[in-house]
């Protein structure tokens, strides 16, 4: 079954530094979402993307955030100047309009900033 | 706040039991959805059952959704140790004009199946 690839797995950081995550989302899909969950807390939506640009994005994706699509395949979270509370991890996922609305995640990538 | 909220936290049962979990949630919706996610890993989705439906059957799994109380349950029925996992109602959030796939999580059941 196509799957949702993230990459890496684990990032840790030090504080103020840019880290990107990466995902390849389900080749035919056309919707693409970051979640976060931070330890011991509820799963929460960042952002959302189709047709090249953002859907809606949550209080939580403020300036330091953006998301791209490089090319076909790729899409990537970039925090710009991480802060310790970007500690989580992060999940990518996908969907298309003919899955029902069903999404599809990653495995995730875990994010450690000192 | 739209999320959805399992009851309970945790569960602890013996292999060949059933697992019941309980969400609740505020808003209207169009559809609620229950999610499986293994201890580190993403989720997985489990089934979704849309506003005019009350019951919906996959395999081991069956969901009822109440609208009037805003609520549903997950029953797993023949529990194996391999179900051992956190389980995630999340409704979508249609009365807030968002857009597809915006969904918003419960806390989570933590079930754990013993051998």
């Known amino acids: 079954e196509p799957e949702v690839t993230q990459t890496p797995s684990h990032q840790v950081t030090q504080m103020g530094q840019e880290v990107i995550l990466r995902c390849v989302p389900i080749s035919n899909h056309l919707y693409f979402y970051w979640y976060r969950q931070i330890l011991g807390q509820k799963v929460e939506f960042l952002v959302s993307?189709?047709?090249?640009?953002?859907?809606?994005k949550s209080e939580i994706f403020d300036d330091q955030f953006s998301v791209e699509r490089p090319d076909g395949s790729n899409f990537t979270l970039k925090i710009r100047s991480t802060k310790l509370e970007d500690s989580a991890m992060y999940f990518c996922?996908?969907?298309?309009?003919?899955?029902?609305?069903?999404?599809?995640f990653g495995s995730g990538t875990q994010l450690s900033v000192l | 706040s739209q999320q959805g909220e399992e009851d309970p936290q945790a569960l602890s049962i013996q292999e060949g039991e059933n697992a019941t979990m309980n969400c609740s949630y505020k808003t209207s919706i169009n559809n609620l959805q229950w999610y499986r996610q293994n201890s580190g890993r993403g989720l997985v989705h489990l089934i979704l059952i849309r506003s005019n439906e009350r019951e919906k059957h996959s395999g081991r799994l069956r969901v009822t959704l109440d609208t009037s109380k805003k609520s549903s349950s997950l029953l797993i029925t023949a529990s194996r140790a391999a179900d051992t996992a956190s389980y995630f109602c999340a409704t979508d959030g249609t009365d807030r004009g968002s857009t597809l796939g915006r969904l918003y999580f419960g806390r989570g059941t933590q079930l754990t199946v013993w051998p």
């Open positions: 993307f189709y047709n090249n640009e953002i859907s809606e």
């Open positions: 996922a996908s969907t298309s309009a003919s899955t029902n609305e069903k999404l599809f």
